[in-house]
C-alpha cells in the first residue's frame, strides 16, 4: 500500500469520529433531511479523504440507485456512499452526490450525534 496523502480542509468541517480526518465542508452541504438506517444522514457536493468500495444495486426508500459505499482513508471506518446512477428520472440530482451517516462523523464543532434509541423495556 502506498503512502496516503489527505486533504486539508479550512473552515467548518465534518470529520471521522475514529480518527477526526476531515470529509467535508459545511458549506457543501445539499440536504439535511435525509435518513441512513441509523438516524440522520446529509447529502453534500463534494467529500475528501475518502476511498470507495464496489459498485452495487440498492433498493432504497426513493427507488434502486447504484450505489459505492465510501471509506475514511486514515483508517478504512465505512462512513457513508456515493450514488453513481438514479433510475427514476426524479432522483437524478443525486448521482455524484455523496452521503455523510450522521452518527458516523463528527460534526463542525467536535460533536457526536446519538441516533434515537428504540424503547426498550427491561425485563
Known amino acids: 500500500?502506498?503512502?496516503?496523502?489527505?486533504?486539508?480542509?479550512?473552515?467548518?468541517?465534518?470529520?471521522?469520529?475514529?480518527c477526526q480526518t476531515a470529509?467535508?465542508?459545511?458549506?457543501?452541504?445539499?440536504s439535511k433531511s435525509f435518513q441512513c438506517k441509523h438516524g440522520?444522514?446529509?447529502?453534500?457536493?463534494?467529500?475528501?479523504?475518502?476511498?470507495?468500495?464496489?459498485?452495487?444495486?440498492r433498493i432504497m426508500t426513493t427507488g434502486l440507485h447504484t450505489?459505492?459505499?465510501i471509506f475514511c482513508v486514515t483508517c478504512g471506518s465505512i462512513v457513508g456512499w456515493k450514488y453513481e446512477a438514479?433510475?427514476?428520472?426524479s432522483q437524478?440530482?443525486?448521482e455524484?452526490?455523496?452521503?455523510?451517516?450522521?452518527?458516523?462523523?463528527?460534526?463542525?464543532?467536535?460533536?457526536e450525534y446519538n441516533p434515537p434509541q428504540d424503547d426498550v423495556e427491561d425485563a
Open 1 to 18: 500500500m502506498g503512502r496516503i496523502f489527505l486533504i486539508d480542509l479550512e473552515g467548518n468541517f465534518y470529520s471521522c469520529k475514529h
Open 23 to 30: 470529509f467535508a465542508l459545511v458549506d457543501d452541504i445539499i
Open 40 to 57: 440522520k444522514a446529509y447529502l453534500f457536493d463534494k467529500v475528501v479523504n475518502v476511498s470507495v468500495g464496489e459498485k452495487e444495486d
Open 67 to 69: 450505489v459505492v459505499d
Open 86 to 89: 438514479a433510475y427514476e428520472k
Open 92 to 94: 437524478k440530482y443525486k
Open 96 to 111: 455524484g452526490k455523496f452521503i455523510l451517516e450522521r452518527y458516523k462523523v463528527l460534526g463542525p464543532d467536535g460533536s
